[in-house]
């Protein structure tokens, strides 16, 4: 690999990298008792929860490295991190 | 330093190549500061400070107590001193001239201020010939402008023509 | 046309004809009357500049860095604490390959404090990638800068410039200077045209990390650019002399050396007290000559030691100290001369703004000749 004035590089390996692998628990979300507050989304330091089309939330499983920091601040305890079969 | 910039502006103008530096004590308003100043008809390289003047300016008369101001002056030597009191008590060195010109009452009375440098200006190209009044009142009028032009090329002159007349 | 000014002023004169385009600086004695011009011109629309005030040297560089990279030809001015706040940054900036101008009113490092001259503080980053170039009066000062942005801009090189100058000495000195019109400024140095830069239809991220398996390559492409700038400066002095008739081809320049048997060697405004002090030894029959290294940053050891062919003893005007080390410029001149058979001597001089005489240089020259060196001319032991 040559070497690049500057020690410059085009961005977009991040994407290439799915995290979700990393993880040993993953966020399970009930939309029944979502409030729809978008804390979740707030707090994710992944960027990792989105909004859906009922206005309720859902994680980005590809990406997701089951911190578990979603389920800590949501009101409703409407998320819960479960052991993923790997 | 304005004084040293504005001799040296002016004897450039008069066609020598010309240098003036400080030489700053501590920074802050009041404290002790020197100047230099030398001109040459070839380029100056010498950077150094001016240990033997041909030529003194003292603008602040109560430095004469403290500092030998006329340390490294030779016979033939010009010293103009800012003072009222003539017979001010310090070691002249043999055959150097001293002009003691009351510089602080005329700027008091020309500029309102008790600005010595422009009025001191006017007694060395008096005393010492090396610049021209016009050259003087040229640099002056290049740096001040309007009123304040005026005034000072009023004190120095009252100073070139106070010395002009006992040099 | 020879114009009576101060060295800053004329710094100002010559940067803004330079056309920079953002100028991001913190003031700092004795560069202030650089930093305030250039304010006051972009103010009045003399330059069509950004001009950012920053709320220190390490956000002045930085500020700097980021607008290169994004493509603008940009300016800053620092001295001694102002650079050393910048250190991290200086390193940035040349691994980054940005080809920044800096202006450095040499000024010596505290503690204990100082604000007047030395060369510590452009010494003292000589490890970092940036070319360094020394003034000896007002004249040069103001032509390096022209010849550092076209020099740093070249995309064979791309690498920042330290235009070192004795502060106080030069700064703060009133002669008179030769100022070229912006047309002629124009003509010599054309417009910035970066070799990449920071674009969000072209993403690109600057100072990536290396692992160790690149690391080294990198730094040794840094050092390429480097060494080719020496050739880069060469061309770049010798146009600069075509059109305006001073020539900067010569990256050190020998005074009186043909026949010298004793050679100084110095950088900056000391060379013309030197050459005065020569002069005098010369008519005295002293055979002394003067090397004056003119960059210091990438190092001439070719140049410099066939400049220094023949001459026997070699005194070094040092206005630094590496600590624990000895003079920077004399250690540099004696790996240089290594097997050449001269005898080297180091003379750290001047440190602090302690001013240098004509009798100085000569009672350096005897103490060389005597074979005494390598150590702290006049050192005032009664205050020890």
Redesign the interface.
């Known amino acids: 690999m040559a070497l690049r004035i500057g020690c410059v590089a085009p961005p977009g390996k991040a994407l290439d990298n799915k995290t979700g692998a990393w993880r040993v628990f993953k966020p399970v979300f009930d939309p029944e008792t979502c409030s729809k507050c978008g804390m979740c989304a707030m707090v994710c330091p992944e960027g990792c929860v989105r909004e859906t089309e009922e206005g309720t939330f859902e994680p980005d499983l590809d990406y997701c490295k089951g911190c578990g920091i979603c389920e800590e601040v949501c009101p409703k305890k409407s998320i819960r991190m479960e052991k993923e079969e790997k | 330093m304005t004084a040293a910039e504005l001799i040296a502006f002016a004897a450039f103008e008069g066609g020598v190549y010309s240098q003036a530096f400080p030489a700053f004590g501590v920074e802050r308003r009041g404290a002790p500061v020197q100047a230099f100043v030398r001109f040459s008809d070839e380029k100056i390289r010498l950077r150094s400070q001016v240990y033997e003047p041909d030529y003194i300016i003292v603008q602040d008369p109560t430095l004469i107590g403290d500092v030998d101001v006329f340390m490294g002056m030779t016979a033939g030597g010009i010293a103009i001193v800012n003072t009222e009191k003539p017979d001010f008590d310090a070691r002249v060195p043999e055959g150097v001239k001293v002009y003691a010109v009351d510089a602080t009452t005329i700027a008091l009375e020309e500029l309102g201020l008790p600005i010595t440098n422009t009025t001191l200006m006017g007694a060395f190209a008096a005393a010492t010939g090396e610049i021209k009044l016009e050259a003087l009142e040229h640099a002056l009028r290049s740096r001040f402008s309007g009123s304040m032009a005026d005034k000072n090329v009023k004190a120095a002159e009252r100073a070139y023509n106070l010395v002009g007349g006992a040099a | 046309m020879?114009e009576?000014m101060?060295g800053s002023h004329a710094v100002a004169e010559i940067v803004k004809r330079c056309r920079p385009q953002v100028i991001a600086a913190y003031p700092i004695?004795p560069q202030t009357h650089i930093v305030e011009d250039l304010a006051q011109m972009v103010a009045n629309c003399e330059i069509d500049a950004e001009y950012i005030t920053v709320e220190s040297e390490f956000s002045a560089l930085s500020a700097c860095l980021g607008a290169s990279?994004a493509g603008s030809r940009v300016y800053s001015a620092t001295t001694s604490q102002g650079l050393a706040l910048m250190f991290e940054v200086c390193f940035n900036a040349a691994?980054?390959?940005?080809p920044i101008v800096m202006s450095i009113t040499n000024r010596s490092l505290g503690a204990p404090l100082s604000?007047w001259n030395d060369q510590q503080d452009s010494i003292s980053l000589r490890d970092s990638g940036w070319l360094q170039v020394y003034a000896q009066?007002n004249q040069e000062a103001a032509d390096l800068h022209m010849i550092a942005y076209k020099v740093c801009e070249d995309h064979n090189i791309?690498l920042p410039a330290f235009v070192c100058f004795d502060g106080?000495?030069l700064s703060?000195?009133?002669?008179?200077v030769s100022l070229p019109t912006q047309e002629e400024v124009d003509a010599y140095l054309p417009a910035f045209t970066p070799?990449?830069r920071l674009d969000a239809a072209n993403?690109?991220?600057?100072?990536?990390y290396?692992t160790p398996e690149?690391y080294t390559?990198?730094r040794y492409?840094i050092d390429q650019a480097l060494y080719r700038a020496k050739d880069a400066f060469i061309k770049a002095g010798r146009e600069f002399g075509e059109q305006f008739g001073r020539d900067y081809s010569a990256l050190v320049e020998g005074y009186r050396l043909e026949d010298a048997d004793t050679a100084l060697v110095a950088m900056g405004?000391?060379?013309?007290?030197a050459?005065?002090a020569i002069d005098e030894m010369r008519e005295h029959g002293r055979k002394v000559g003067l090397l004056n290294i003119r960059m210091f940053r990438p190092f001439p050891t070719p140049e410099i030691v066939d400049a220094l062919k023949g001459v026997s003893t070699v005194a070094v005007l040092d206005k630094n100290i590496s600590l624990g080390s000895g003079g920077a410029v004399g250690t540099e001149v004696k790996a240089a001369l290594q097997g050449s058979g001269a005898s080297v001597y180091d003379y750290v001089i001047a440190l602090g703004g302690r001013?240098?005489?004509?009798r100085d240089i000569a009672a350096v020259v005897d103490l060389a000749e005597k074979g005494k060196g390598d150590m702290f001319y006049g050192l005032r032991t009664e205050v020890l």
């Open positions: 020879l009576f101060e004695t990279a691994g980054m390959r940005q604000i009066d791309l106080f000495i703060h000195t009133y002669e008179p070799y990449q993403p690109l991220s600057f100072g990536m290396a690149y390559e990198f492409e405004s000391i060379c013309g007290t050459k005065d001013d240098v005489r004509k």
